[in-house]
Antibody, heavy 116, light 107 residues
């Protein structure tokens, strides 16, 4: 059974960078049967797509975040990762990793708080 | 980018009522639409994908329909456990997008 688990990040300061990883079990991130996505949800607000990475390393990003976001694969650990630079309070959100395949599978989410 | 418009934004109905939530895409997305249920503090839970396929484990009182630009999620008989926010999401475009959500509560 496919399962995803986000790493913790916790409290970050403005201008710092965010690094999150998503551990995947039940499928290989290089198998080609899924695309690997990140979404986020600010407190009390709706859902926003951040970007995706395919098993080939091909990526695409939300145009509003493109200048600050990078997704990557760690094949040896069967993980995929998110890096978001130059954080502001507006980046405070629950961050979710998602596997899209026959039907989407979501991680439980991890809260990232940005505050001075 | 594809814009998703959901209506209504909030909905109050009685237990046993039939509830319909609408979602419209700004351009045709075929059947590449999913519906999610989200309760406070929880990750979104997939209910329907490919517009009308019920996810394993989702209660059969939920159903999805539509194609192209117009879609609906129907709850045939509203239950107290259905109090939640519901989102539609298109995955036709690599740039995924969601509706702004419909909050459903019990009258």
């Amino acid at each position: 059974q496919l399962q995803l688990q986000e790493s913790d990040s916790g409290l970050l300061r403005p201008s710092q960078n965010l690094s999150l990883s998503c551990s995947v079990s039940g499928a290989s991130i290089t198998g080609g049967s899924h695309s690997w996505h990140w979404f986020r949800q600010p407190p009390g607000q709706g859902l926003e797509w951040i970007g995706y990475i395919y098993h080939t390393g091909t990526t695409d990003y939300n145009s509003s975040l493109r200048s600050r976001v990078t997704l990557s694969l760690d094949r040896s650990r069967n993980q995929f990762s998110l890096k978001l630079t130059s954080l502001t309070a507006a980046d405070t959100a629950v961050y979710y990793c998602v596997a899209e395949g026959p039907s989407p599978v979501w991680g439980h989410g991890t809260l990232v708080s940005v505050s001075s | 980018d594809i814009q998703m418009t959901q209506s209504p934004s909030t909905l109050s109905a009685s237990v046993g009522d039939r509830v319909i939530i609408s979602c419209r895409a700004s351009q045709s997305i075929g059947i590449w639409l999913a519906w999610y249920q989200q309760k406070p503090g929880k990750a979104p839970k997939l209910l329907v994908y490919k517009a009308s396929i019920l996810e394993n484990g989702a209660p059969p009182r939920f159903s999805g329909s539509g194609s192209g630009t117009d879609f609906t999620l129907t709850i045939s008989t509203l239950q107290p456990d259905d109090v939640a926010t519901y989102y539609c999401q298109q995955y036709k475009s690599y740039s995924r997008s969601f509706g702004r959500g419909t909050r459903v509560d019990i009258k």
